[in-house]
């Protein structure tokens, strides 16, 4: 291989790589949801349309940069998605139908809801904001005079990439060391189980929907300087996020982490090889790939491991 | 009484041209019944099987693109489209059925989800075939006037109806509400349940599929946007569905007259006319939480209501 491919391809991997840590945000979120709820929240893309637009307005009108903003926006976020929870889902969950997956259904009337608001309010129009540092880049050969290939590192997507491994701790240590966190663990595992042991399922299932919301917020956030918003872009991130969870694992924290980042390199490499047109056919590969030769996800791979370590 | 029902309601509708309506009434009325057809044959496997399913736009784009690629590659009338899209609709629903299946409620609904997104962006970067944004064009119109258009799915629909109603009084429908209602009991009865979930696809898809056919001999032109959207097609299929009645003979009817109705009333009022999708949401989620099984399905419910305020 020449050197300008081998350029390409690291290049690629990085870009992958960076981008694959923003999507484990997103898919963590619905992890979480699916985990706990059992049920897919369709309306999760939309919800990170939402935390975007909030942070554009907040840009616009108190010029707070983006990755401040993410302090603003999860705590709204939180509520926007608890709300959501303790209003429409709850109630729908006692409601007997033929259907049995009408929470599914709800929240995609949800996501239908606010992404149209977000066409009447903001218009169809692509937006950006322009950040000071959206451009800047780190450069192999500045680091390395007589380096053979020369790699780029992008300011803000680096940037982004270490809060969201950031959060990803906060959330882990979280999620195993307090007691709020093991109850929402306990939930997810066993709901009869759980309400024995003096768990508020009700508060865990609104504090989990709001958890998740925050987090596909803090997503939205973090993808501002690096993309455009536009109204209906919430059906990509929803669809990323399936994608995530199912690669992962169902609900599983740590599957959602790894699937993000396969699927994030996956994705590069489509655009770098393929075209840019073609992603989302490369993400229904992967989602077929990964039901015919691994349905568990990447967590019953672990789950093996650990098993035979264990024995 | 009860047993001739249709004929009477099919006799009534065939009656309509002579009424001598507009232009546009007529178009109003051939809407209605292809939304039913669709409904119908969506009802077939979301409501009686179970399977909810968010990527109908992939049949109806399917069956739609048949005729059209078959009309400008061959050379051949797109009325040919109807026999041949039965083929392809059911080959590609067959083999997308062995494959998504596999998973249960919730899953299922996911990757009919993308699969709607996957052959759209297809479409727009199949160039060659499809001549992607661009459309295709059917140069010359069978008939000037609607009247024979009217008929011609009215034919379809009255087809659809009987075709379901023999399919839910058979073995077959037996099977499939077994499955809805427990998958696991049914599988432990001996009911293979993969594949009559797959029946059940392929017959769905087939029916959505002579649709999207029609369609595009009625409407002469087709483009990606317009035959494989998430909101105006997947969603709307639902909606007519879940409005009208889950799991009834004319639920989708009824919901095809509230939703065409609805929809054109609501695009008529200016500065509303954007905003049709926030009340398509607003309405599944009222739909959802008050009258899940849909208006036929809750005809007691309505009854009751309706009673209590008349006393």
Sequence with gaps: MAAGQIELFLQTLIAGFLLGGLYALIGLGMAL????????????????????????????????????????????????????????????????????????????????????????????DYLSIPVSYATKAWYLSDFWKGSP??????????????????????????????DTGKSI????????????????????????????SALVGIAGCLFIPIYYLYPSLGKQFTNIAFVITILGGLGSIEGAIIGGIILGIFESMTATYIGMGWAPVGRF??????????PGGVASLMKRRSFVSIK | MKMFRPFIALALLALVPLLGLSSYMMHIFILVIMWSVIGMSWNLLGGYCGQVSFGHAAFFGMGAYTAGIFYLKLGVSAWWGLPLSIATVGIFSLVFGFIVLRLRGPYFTLATLAIGEVLRVTAENLQGLTQGNLGIMIEERTWITKI?????????????????????????????????????AAESLGINTTFYKTVALCLSGVLTG????????????????????????????????????????????????????????????PLLGEAHQTFFGVLLIFIIIFLPNGIVGDIKKLKRLAGIRSA
């Design chain 1, 33 to 124: 949801i699916l985990g706990v709820m059992k049920i897919i929240n369709l309306a999760h893309g939309d919800l990170m349309m939402v935390a975007m637009y909030v942070a554009y307005v907040l840009f616009q009108f108190f010029h707070i940069d983006p990755y401040l903003a993410v302090f603003i926006v999860a705590p709204v976020l939180f509520i926007l998605g608890a709300g959501l929870q303790k209003f429409l889902i709850t109630p729908v969950l006692k409601v007997e139908s033929i259907l049995p997956h009408n929470q599914v259904i709800l929240t995609v009337g949800i996501g239908i809801v606010l992404s149209n608001l977000a066409t009447l309010i903001f218009k169809s």
């Design chain 1, 185 to 212: 663990r306990a939930t997810a595992q066993d709901v009869d189980a759980a309400l024995l042991m003096g768990v508020n399922v009700n508060h865990m299932r609104m504090l989990t929907f709001g958890l998740g």
């Design chain 2, 210 to 269: 002579l649709a999207g056919a029609f369609y595009i001999n009625y409407m002469g032109y087709i483009d990606p946007q317009v035959v494989f959207p998430l909101y105006d097609i997947s969603i709307v299929t639902v909606m007519v569905v879940m409005v009208g009645g889950v799991a009834t003979f004319w639920g989708p009817f009824v919901g095809a007259v509230i939703m065409v109705v609805f929809s054109e009333l609501i695009r008529s009022i």
């Design chain 1, 285 to 294: 590969a992967v989602f077929v790939a990964a039901l015919i030769f691994l």
């Design chain 2, 148 to 184: 024979w258009y009217y008929y011609v799915i009215l034919l379809m629909a009255a087809c659809t109806f009987f075709l379901i109603k023999k399919v839910i009084g058979s073995k077959l429908g037996y099977y499939f509400v077994a499955i809805r209602e427990d998958q696991d």
């Design chain 1, 149 to 178: 290939i020369e790699l780029s590192l992008s300011f803000a997507w680096s940037v982004s990439f270490l809060i969201a491994i950031a959060i990803t701790g906060v959330l882990w240590f979280f999620l195993t060391r307090t």
